[in-house]
């Protein structure tokens, strides 16, 4: 398929969108980064999320290059990791507001793992285990 087909440039278009749409969030982040709405966000949930979301985004580029072993492998390897690290950081963030509001039912304790390093440890291991399965 050529790059001046419609077929490829209608994706690469949504792909360059979708990278851009993604950019101007992560520039809004930082520009609030010490709000108290960012940091209930999880900060660093989130940017794992919006690494996720480029990664999958820039395979759309991958797939539509010439094939070849480089290609081939980055694309075996790039959509396997792109869905796993966001499915991952969506689980993560999910469980964590779950347990935040159980947790609050029983007592006033923080629950534990809801630390950002733990946070990021759970989707890294999630992700791991979640592309050894692919």
Request: glycine letters at 8%; one cysteine or more; a positive charge.
């Amino acid at each position: 398929m050529g790059w001046d087909s419609p077929f490829a440039v209608v994706p690469a278009v949504l792909a360059v969108l979708g990278i851009a749409a993604t950019g101007v969030v992560v520039v809004a982040f930082l520009q609030h980064f010490e709000t108290p709405v960012v940091k209930a966000s999880g900060r660093e949930l989130s940017f794992m999320l919006f690494a996720g979301f480029i990664i999958c985004y820039l395979q759309t580029f991958v797939i539509l290059a010439k094939p070849g072993p480089i290609v081939c492998g980055i694309q075996r390897f790039g959509v396997g990791v792109g869905f796993a690290v966001t499915y991952a950081a969506l689980l993560t963030k999910t469980n964590r507001i779950s347990r935040i509001f159980d947790s609050a039912r029983h007592s006033a304790k923080r629950p534990a793992f809801v630390s950002p390093n733990s946070q990021v440890t759970t989707v890294t291991t999630t992700a791991s285990v979640d592309r050894s399965v692919v």
